[in-house]
């Protein structure tokens, strides 16, 4: 919201004497200040980002709440359901899908005086639909994204006579087929190591894959469609492949990483870190190349104006500059946050060789996945549906539960929850 804070400087001069009237003169002089308030979690946003908007729009200020992220989206819903005010400037993570109903509490970016469809093809396509709703609204600006390819230890690859070049292993493992293939391979050769982490793991990869998820565009239920069984059975078709397990956080997941008990896993271009943090001791090992069947996205968020705001032009200025191509490269030098910027991708300072990957240019290939993600609906509450199926694949993998009746228990319980969410 747009706040008027009134700065006042008196002076005064006192004329007094025995028999001297006196008098106090007073001038004021008073300035206006834009003040922009903003909900984030750490690391959405760099904090230097948020201070220099003062510096580059004089009288701007960014009022920034900082909450955790676990605990963002439950604070907008209930400010939402409650009638509570929402902060001028939201970031959202991939959860946007689930605001998208809520489009009246947001600005409509295309129209006035935004007009953002002018800066529309500066983005990556798939990732500015996200925020857009079925009727043609556009509730926020892209800020980062999440391209996935698939990372492998290549001394573990070695060991078991396989391509350790990444364009080689690209070609060796271009199917799922073709993985499970290398897989069978690497587990023979190496029977201590399995190729992948765990199921859960490939089915989010497989499904990102798809062209469509559980919902469609028009709130039909199509998780009982083939492209959902497909995806569904392919991630079952890994299980003599995977390691187990169900978290990429767990210090069972960092130990088997660490520890070579795990050649290979499709995540998304934040596991980066992830990766470096929780295998220390395979530096220079790791590769990355890309995924079987093709990339995905995973994570990634966006930045809209809601109703608050009472200036609306220079709220919009102002998320332009923080989204532009520099900022977008040097966010992802200091958090990460890959950028949705065509021109940031084409920037030739991702290019650079990264130590723990054996000094591969690893960009190189979120860079190529990041131009060819399918454009896929999520529709909201995705990852409720996506779960369901998710557990039941635990099951497949932990308890040799038959992969046809955890798909059917999967699209039985999906459905029910579907109908509840659609009784009101």
């Not at 559980?214 to 709130?219: P, T």
Request: net charge negative; charged share 25%; glycine share 6%.
């Amino acid at each position: 919201m747009k706040k008027k804070q009134m700065a006042v400087l008196l002076a005064g001069a006192l004329l007094a004497g025995c028999a001297a009237n006196s008098a106090t003169v007073m001038a004021a002089e008073t300035e206006e200040e834009t003040v922009l308030t903003l909900w984030y979690w750490k690391n959405s946003i760099r904090e230097d980002l948020i201070e220099q908007v003062s510096e580059q729009f004089p009288g701007v200020r960014i009022d920034a709440q900082l909450f955790a992220a676990d605990d963002m989206e439950e604070k907008i819903n209930t400010a939402i359901s409650s009638g509570g005010e929402l902060p001028d400037l939201l970031p959202m993570d991939d959860w946007i899908a689930n605001l998208l109903p809520y489009a009246d509490q947001f600005v409509n970016l295309y129209d006035d005086p935004c007009n953002a469809e002018e800066i529309k093809d500066q983005y990556v396509e798939w990732k500015w639909n996200k925020a857009e709703t079925p009727d043609g609204e556009l509730i926020a600006l892209p800020m980062d994204i999440g391209p996935t390819c698939m990372f492998y230890n290549a001394s573990l690859f070695e060991a078991a006579g396989l391509p350790t070049d990444p364009a080689e292993v690209a070609e060796m493992m271009s199917t799922w087929e073709d993985a499970y293939a290398a897989a069978e391979k690497l587990q023979e050769a190496t029977p201590d190591v399995k190729m992948f982490d765990f199921l859960g793991h490939i089915f989010v990869a497989t499904l990102g894959q798809q062209s469509q998820h559980m919902i469609d565009e028009e709130g039909n239920f199509i998780a009982d469609q083939e492209h959902i069984k497909d995806a569904f059975m392919t991630a079952a078709d890994a299980k003599d492949y995977v390691y187990g397990g169900s978290d990429e956080w767990s210090p069972e997941w960092a130990a088997a990483m660490n520890n070579g008990d795990v050649a290979a896993f499709v995540g998304a271009v934040w596991m980066k870190p992830e990766i470096i943090n929780a295998a220390p001791d395979t530096a220079g090992d790791w590769r990355v190349t890309r995924a079987p069947g093709g990339p995905g996205n995973v994570g990634g968020s966006s930045i809209g104006i809601t109703k608050s705001c009472e200036d609306v032009e220079t709220a919009y200025e102002v998320l332009t500059w923080m989204t532009n191509q520099e900022n977008q490269i040097q966010s992802l030098d200091e958090l990460g946050l890959f950028p949705s910027l065509i021109s940031a991708l084409d920037d030739e300072s991702l290019m650079k060789e990264e130590e723990f990957f054996g000094n591969q240019v690893v960009n190189e290939y979120f860079v190529e996945a990041a131009k060819e993600i399918n454009d896929l609906y999520y529709p909201p509450n995705y990852s409720t549906y996506q779960s369901i199926f998710e557990q039941q694949l635990l099951l497949v993998q932990d308890q040799d539960k038959d992969p046809e009746q955890a798909y059917n228990d999967a699209v039985e319980e999906a459905r029910s929850t579907y109908e509840l969410q659609n009784l009101f």
